[in-house]
């Protein structure tokens, strides 16, 4: 089987993320949809709005960013430029593909300790040690457990993280533990499916980590389409 749109993960855990991914996707686009909506009838028609709106969309369109990052390798949707690639013989582009995967791990363990590191202060962990990979964590890091969104009202399904992480103090706000969370499940994710794509470019199940044949393709379709018209 070629690398395509139609490339699954055959196993239990393959098919979870599967489902994650598609679900989180659909379900973020559905309430950026639905807020929006919401805040432009209050605005036009009532003349009010939702103080936290414009914010919840922002932290919504992050996650899909990150979500949609980690299924695009997935179904091999990410951009690129093989027409230095394509003058290789077949083992020639697996070999380059290899290397670009090589480098794809490479970034995407950068990633995941990068966003751990940033993340963990705001749920009252410890960051990693060492520059480009973990060695350990990092002792006496002062927590940013009390940062929390500007205008996002607290939910009652979050209030055990007052007890948990900030010292059983109230949280007027949404904690930014809660919407930073997205950094090390992306990154994590991310990783998972470079991990995932390596292995079928190994097994052959797919022939690169980029997609911009078919790109080229769709705008050739596009353009022809356009001179029709």
Same mark, same amino acid.
């Given at each position: 089987?070629?690398?395509?749109?139609?490339?699954?993960?055959?196993?239990?855990?393959?098919?979870?993320?599967?489902?994650?991914?598609?679900? %989180?996707?659909?379900?973020?686009?559905?309430?950026?949809?639905?807020?929006?909506?919401?805040?432009?009838?209050?605005?036009? &028609?009532?003349?009010?709005?939702?103080?936290?709106?414009?914010?919840?969309?922002?932290?919504?369109?992050?996650?899909?960013?990150?979500?949609?990052?980690?299924?695009?390798?997935?179904?091999?949707?990410?951009?690129?430029?093989? %027409?230095?690639?394509?003058?290789?013989?077949?083992?020639?582009?697996? &070999?380059?593909?290899?290397? $670009?995967?090589?480098?794809?791990?490479?970034?995407?363990?950068?990633?995941?300790?990068?966003?751990?590191?940033?993340?963990?202060?705001?749920?009252?962990?410890?960051?990693?040690?060492?520059?480009?990979?973990?060695?350990?964590?990092?002792?006496?890091?002062?927590?940013?457990?009390?940062?929390?969104?500007?205008?996002?009202?607290?939910?009652?399904?979050?209030?055990?993280?007052?007890?948990?992480?900030?010292?059983?103090?109230?949280?007027?706000?949404?904690?930014?533990?809660?919407?930073? &969370?997205?950094?090390?499940?992306? %990154?994590?994710?991310?990783?998972?499916?470079?991990?995932?794509?390596?292995?079928?470019?190994?097994?052959?199940?797919?022939?690169?980590?980029?997609?911009?044949?078919? %790109?080229?393709?769709?705008?050739?379709?596009?353009?022809?389409? $356009?001179?029709?018209?």
């Amino acid at each position: 089987m070629s690398g395509h749109s139609g490339y699954h993960a055959r196993s239990a855990f393959g098919r979870f993320i599967n489902n994650l991914e598609e679900t %989180a996707i659909a379900v973020l686009l559905g309430l950026m949809t639905l807020v929006t909506f919401i805040n432009v009838v209050l605005r036009y &028609v009532f003349g009010d709005s939702l103080i936290w709106g414009l914010e919840v969309t922002l932290i919504l369109f992050a996650w899909l960013v990150l979500f949609g990052i980690s299924y695009g390798f997935k179904v091999t949707a990410h951009l690129g430029v093989d %027409a230095l690639t394509n003058l290789f013989p077949p083992k020639g582009r697996k &070999v380059l593909a290899l290397v $670009a995967a090589a480098c794809c791990l490479a970034y995407a363990l950068l990633l995941l300790k990068g966003a751990w590191d940033y993340w963990a202060p705001f749920a009252a962990l410890q960051p990693t040690e060492g520059r480009w990979f973990p060695t350990g964590f990092t002792e006496g890091v002062r927590d940013r457990a009390f940062y929390t969104t500007d205008q996002v009202p607290m939910l009652g399904i979050f209030r055990w993280l007052e007890d948990a992480i900030n010292y059983g103090e109230e949280y007027d706000k949404l904690p930014r533990v809660i919407p930073y &969370v997205i950094l090390p499940v992306g %990154a994590a994710l991310i990783l998972f499916r470079v991990i995932q794509a390596t292995v079928g470019l190994f097994t052959g199940t797919r022939e690169s980590l980029i997609v911009s044949h078919e %790109a080229e393709d769709a705008v050739d379709a596009a353009a022809a389409k $356009a001179e029709k018209d």
